[in-house]
């Protein structure tokens, strides 16, 4: 029933593995959503255009994507995303910079906008060699 999500997520699934990035997805996203599918397609959008292209700035043998969306309790769904990348990121105060262009990543602040507009959240972490998003979305009842 969500195949918008379903073709963004095979779109990037298709991408990593044209450039050699390992990806380990599993998406449980139940029915009903509907309403929320387009603001889940473009945080999926986002967080795996975003890890597509840091994964690109390590060794072919070291890229990975890790993606999980699941349920808990049917209040919340969880998405928790992993990448490689090289160490290298643009902070300023608690905001990710973009690497690509001067400014704000516009991906991870629209991510963290639709998060909150839904009562949810958005947080963002990195360590050395890998970048972590962590997404928890209250659901409709």
Avoid: W
Avoid at 24 to 51: H, K, Q, V, W
Avoid at 87 to 96: A, E, L, M, V
């Amino acid at each position: 029933a969500l195949s918008a999500i379903n073709a963004v997520l095979n779109y990037y699934m298709d991408l990593a593995e044209k450039s050699d990035i390992t990806c380990y997805f599993r998406i449980e996203i139940p029915e009903g959503l509907e309403s929320m599918e387009t603001d889940l397609c473009n945080i999926f959008g986002n967080i795996l255009d975003n890890a597509v292209t840091a994964c690109q700035s390590v060794e072919p043998k070291e890229r990975f994507i890790h993606l999980t969306a699941k349920t808990e309790n049917d209040y919340y769904l969880y998405i928790v995303e992993t990448n490689s990348f090289d160490g290298n990121t643009r902070k300023q105060g608690d905001n990710y910079m973009s690497t690509s262009h001067k400014g704000l990543g516009i991906g991870l602040t629209s991510v963290t906008s639709i998060a909150r507009h839904h009562g949810g959240s958005a947080d963002f972490s990195d360590s050395s060699s890998e970048f972590y998003s962590n997404i928890m979305l209250p659901l409709e009842q």
